[in-house]
């Protein structure tokens, strides 16, 4: 698993930093018959740059995504999926106060110490234009899922103090999934319910006011997956999915099904019951989080992951240069960032989960003779 | 990354079922030149497997790890080295009983899913014996890292509603982790101070008491490490652990640093703040738990796993069989399970950590030109 | 692609030397539900070490295969099957007098190179005996290609400057193949017919009274193979297999269908033409050898490999030590030598082409949605 | 090893069809601090795609590789390298009339029977301008070999029925091979010498005369390689070679060392003797080819690859159609085709031996402790 890829069969690459010329993604192992166009994947990275407001920083022209190989009259080949981005002229001149400076928070400290050599224009790798790569291959993904009847959607359940009132681990985790989803596919901030939505936008608003940022919490489930997917013992269902959502910028941590709350609990609390619904042998409940031994149960797989607040704030901070040399670190004039980078964090999260099931999907057909 | 090995430089695979022949582990990747020899791994083996007490299920024989290949006049070769360790004849008679009931909380109906086959005696891959594999090649990596200056402890950090005073994630972690972890070294249930371990085990004897069982946490951290560990994207050092930790039987969370406490915090009270120490530029705290943009700062890495309560309880559970017709789940006669597993997963999270920075440290070999 | 591991989905790692405990292999990745016994591996193991002859060193006890995981009355679970042969107690003095010394032709020079460590009993990793484990999963992958209608026969087609007269590369390969396959199952030393078998024996007697030794080749063809196998690019079907035929220890060289002779012939002799054969669209003739573009045409994949001649001869010959110092290199009092390593190899190419084909055909399934 | 992907810890993908937007590369895991530009890797890329002659079919406008990322202030960053290089407008329209019909010798056949969808237009990823991104990658590769002292050669050894003189396979191999090589690089169709120039070309012009093609050979080497590159089992370095030449379009064989001419010589001839020179221990001569047990000894590693004759030839060939209807395949109107395939081979086996060599340099740094 080398740094830039992810997958085992379903497997991909990004790469690109934010002031190169594009970003991008190779996308190799995605079967061959797979309808698929430009439309579908600009579907989803519109989602992950939403228009400016309050909440996200200003977008300037939309990303363009575009396939420049692996799909053929509509249809995916089996050959590998390469799309672009470009990336639009972006003035570097603006790094050039901070070029030398340690940023709290940020990745050019240990990019420093690793390589010896770091691209200070716009935070390099660490940049989030890096996951554009990971929505577009999230969307080939939902394409390969969609076909087989699962589902994935994530949405933001908290910022700072304020928590959405999270579904019961029950079987109803579907029902109450859905109209969740289905409010946040709509909300400007990915939020479950328009009183959350509310409470949400207070702690930023609060935080933005103190020239300071906040963190916050993505959930996500999996409807309609088929029992089966994860490996018993490394490449466990959950294993991947912590693999995948520790990956992405700012996450601090994560848990599944009842997850951290799980561990003060009773065992005679937690396990889920087996019962037998309409000839069908599953679990009566779903605190498991839809994974059993590390294998889907065939119930929503879901899960939370927890992200730190904005590293970027308008408050000057302490700081060394290279050279050691006390500084104040502050943001070049312009800059715009968000005030809590768990609301861009929900298009990615969804997309790591969409491209996890995917690659477990496939690697699944081996199981059986 | 196959089901059942673990790793990218420093590899291994283990194999083995708790009622088969024998289990192990086959470390390929080691580097050559490492002293090595059956006691230095048998005393983590035999840290795993405790004497038995209230709190773990009593051990028969001792388990004997024989290095069978790799290792040469006292001194690894850079071949594979296999370590066997035999299983004891079982009784897998008990186990008739329940061979055709879903187990609730257990591995064996997503098995039967899966692979339309399931080894029923004790579990099969989902046996708590496969970790002696882990905790071997953990202990390999050990004194790999020890010739580093690196060192990992890990210990009990919560049981049921009862929870260690944790360090705060101050540039002292280091020297209150050592106070804890020197404690925990000795204590029967890997406790960090005599405190905890009092109300530790109240929490396991009021569970046991009521038939029942309960969670825990279990928290990690590696001294000594160098900048420089992990990947950029998706080789995230936290990302490599996550992934590893969530390979464990049981785990359902886990965090870095400040964790999920970040999601709810402001990025001024989160960020840590660079300084010169004696000419040498570093994070003044360690709000991050050593990493930053997934790569390691050189300052202590650290996190928790949570872990559910053991899924095995006396209390007789609903279920069904096979056929899908009701039933009632008992523990066979003369079974014996730990009322908390998260005791019992201290030496696996530390052998998983180990394994991680082992590998991160030989795939940093290759960072520079 | 680490060292010692082979495989994509079905997977092996091989671990032993000649004078450790014993030798071994994990396979990880064989699909659940695939019927397997130890005779059904011992079988591949006793045409390995066929009864000393002139023409093969004497064996001792017979190496016993043993299982001890990932089988489950008398099936495959999806776990690892570990298979692990004891070493019989080699008498490991004789080494000490050529301890220090390089020999030549052989790989103790380059170990110490590499890893400055070099276990000279017996050639280490280098032994015959790490082919121990590619027959065993050798087998078990012919056990599942079996199922699949996949049959693959090696033979000896050459020993020094006799050459068994090959099949002409029409698809008559197929019937011919069956014929010389057929021979070379009950021949000593796997020759096609009893003219060649004749000649073979010549090549090395008259080498043997020399106390030298001879080179020869291995041919190898796969029936019954699905077309598709294979990708179009890197995971080419004859790279996979080129990669596989020079793992083995000895060999020099490999080439497919017409091979070698290809490169001086011209085009209008060497494409084959497609032809309609009762409705099924396939190549005519068969000069490919049953790949197109790195993919299995569905015809016979056939091709050889060349072997040295084996480098340990009973001629003494010119070497240094490992201090520079001119010496002379004598087997040791009591070593037993094959004249020939091509005759050995034969049921090698045959294991490693069968686990290239389990492993494709298991990795063809994800190639269509 | 994913289809597309080459490589362990060098690691590349390409991507790309003939008639796409455009072809690329992604290299991800070149060290940190290796200066590149686009005008080193042009170079290659121009030798690759020589002036138009009666030998090579003639270019349009010459391929551009731009460096996307991975690069900054002419440095590497430790970040993918994404390399792209645009289509031009390529008329596809010409492909119509053989869109439906098998092509003798090549893989639309395979690739229908595989995916089940074949794009048509020029070969797909069969396509030589999937070769673009292995040259950039060899190129990238040389620059890290550069400053190793490592050089690497191919030259054309033989077309048709003229071979090259070849070097005796002595420790001269190196001082041959230079002169040879300096000849190759000045030649229009990489030949080792004028006289060999001339025999080739005859052989070209002749098959060319006769609406037909012609085999060939390439021979490569690599001269200052340490000892201890490969690993001792299955990475053995003429495995790793072998794999990276036979996935280069219409190889059909490689050899190494005296290759399939050492299976009908005699262990005594074969050999390389050990000596002492200037304190050093090495292998008198080099008949082994550079390589014992699969690890480098230090002198040169060398080798030859067999391509077949061009399948697409100006004669009709007898064929059938998707739906099996007899049919004469002719090359469409305006075709341009390279009388032999291993002219332009000669850069793209460079190439590869170059790709496998930094790989096994890096992977190689984690042999010892």
Same mark, same amino acid.
């Given at each position: 698993?080398?740094?830039?890829?992810?997958? /085992?069969?379903?497997? @991909? =690459?990004?790469?690109?930093?934010?002031?190169?010329?594009?970003?991008?993604?190779?996308?190799?192992?995605?079967? !061959?018959?797979?309808?698929?166009?430009?439309?579908?994947?600009?579907?989803?990275?519109?989602?992950?740059?939403?228009?400016?407001?309050?909440?996200?920083?200003?977008?300037?022209?939309?990303?363009?995504?575009?396939?420049?190989?692996?799909?053929?009259?509509?249809? =995916? =080949?089996?050959?590998?999926?390469?799309?672009?981005?470009? *990336?639009?002229?972006?003035?570097?001149?603006?790094? !050039?106060?901070?070029?030398?400076?340690?940023?709290?928070?940020?990745?050019?400290?240990?990019?420093?110490?690793?390589?010896?050599?770091?691209?200070?224009?716009?935070?390099?790798?660490?940049?989030?234009?890096?996951?554009?790569? +990971?929505?577009?291959?999230?969307?080939?993904?939902?394409?390969?899922?969609?076909?087989?009847?699962?589902?994935?959607?994530?949405?933001?359940?908290?910022?700072?103090?304020?928590?959405?009132?999270?579904?019961?681990?029950?079987?109803?985790?579907?029902?109450?999934?859905?109209?969740?989803?289905?409010?946040?596919?709509?909300?400007?901030?990915?939020?479950?319910?328009?009183?959350?939505?509310?409470?949400?936008?207070?702690? $930023?608003?609060?935080?933005?006011?103190?020239?300071?940022?906040?963190?916050? $919490?993505?959930? @996500?489930? !999996?409807?309609?997956?088929?029992?089966?997917?994860?490996?018993?013992?490394?490449?466990?269902?959950?294993?991947?999915?912590?693999?995948?959502?520790?990956?992405?910028?700012?996450?601090?941590?994560?848990?599944?099904?009842?997850?951290?709350?799980?561990?003060?609990? #009773?065992?005679?609390?937690?396990?889920?019951?087996?019962? *037998?619904?309409?000839?069908?042998? $599953?679990?009566?409940? /779903?605190?498991?989080?839809?994974?059993?031994?590390?294998?889907?149960?065939?119930?929503?797989?879901?899960?939370?992951?927890?992200?730190?607040? =904005?590293?970027?704030?308008?408050?000057?901070? +302490?700081?060394?240069?290279?050279?050691?040399?006390?500084?104040?670190?502050?943001?070049?004039?312009?800059? +715009?960032?968000?005030?809590?980078?768990?609301? #861009?964090?929900?298009?990615?999260?969804?997309?790591?989960?969409?491209?996890?099931?995917?690659?477990?999907?496939?690697?699944?057909?081996?199981?059986?003779?």
């Amino acid at each position: 698993m080398s740094g830039n890829s992810f997958g /085992n069969v379903f497997k @991909f =690459t990004t790469w690109g930093e934010s002031h190169g010329k594009a970003v991008g993604v190779v996308i190799d192992g995605c079967p !061959a018959g797979l309808p698929l166009d430009e439309t579908y994947i600009q579907r989803d990275l519109d989602r992950r740059a939403p228009g400016s407001s309050a909440y996200t920083s200003p977008r300037g022209e939309p990303d363009r995504a575009v396939i420049c190989s692996g799909v053929f009259e509509g249809v =995916t =080949t089996g050959s590998p999926i390469s799309i672009v981005v470009e *990336n639009a002229d972006a003035d570097s001149g603006k790094y !050039a106060d901070i070029a030398r400076l340690m940023r709290p928070g940020h990745a050019n400290y240990t990019y420093l110490r690793k390589y010896g050599v770091f691209d200070y224009r716009g935070g390099g790798r660490a940049s989030a234009r890096e996951t554009i790569g +990971r929505v577009a291959a999230g969307a080939v993904s939902r394409k390969l899922l969609e076909g087989q009847g699962v589902s994935v959607r994530a949405f933001l359940s908290a910022v700072g103090t304020a928590c959405a009132e999270l579904a019961p681990a029950a079987a109803s985790v579907s029902a109450l999934w859905e109209k969740e989803t289905a409010f946040a596919a709509k909300s400007r901030i990915f939020a479950p319910d328009a009183l959350a939505e509310a409470d949400f936008m207070r702690q $930023m608003d609060e935080a933005a006011a103190l020239q300071d940022s906040v963190g916050g $919490m993505v959930s @996500f489930a !999996a409807n309609g997956l088929p029992a089966g997917l994860g490996d018993p013992v490394y490449a466990k269902l959950p294993a991947l999915l912590a693999f995948a959502m520790l990956s992405i910028p700012g996450s601090k941590g994560v848990e599944f099904g009842e997850g951290f709350a799980a561990a003060s609990g #009773r065992g005679s609390a937690v396990n889920d019951a087996f019962v *037998n619904r309409q000839g069908k042998v $599953m679990p009566e409940s /779903n605190r498991a989080g839809g994974m059993l031994g590390g294998i889907s149960t065939g119930l929503p797989v879901y899960g939370r992951v927890a992200f730190k607040p =904005t590293s970027s704030i308008f408050r000057p901070q +302490r700081t060394v240069d290279m050279d050691g040399k006390e500084a104040e670190f502050k943001l070049p004039e312009g800059s +715009r960032h968000d005030p809590c980078i768990a609301v #861009r964090a929900v298009p990615v999260v969804e997309a790591m989960c969409l491209v996890v099931l995917a690659d477990a999907l496939l690697m699944n057909r081996s199981a059986r003779i």
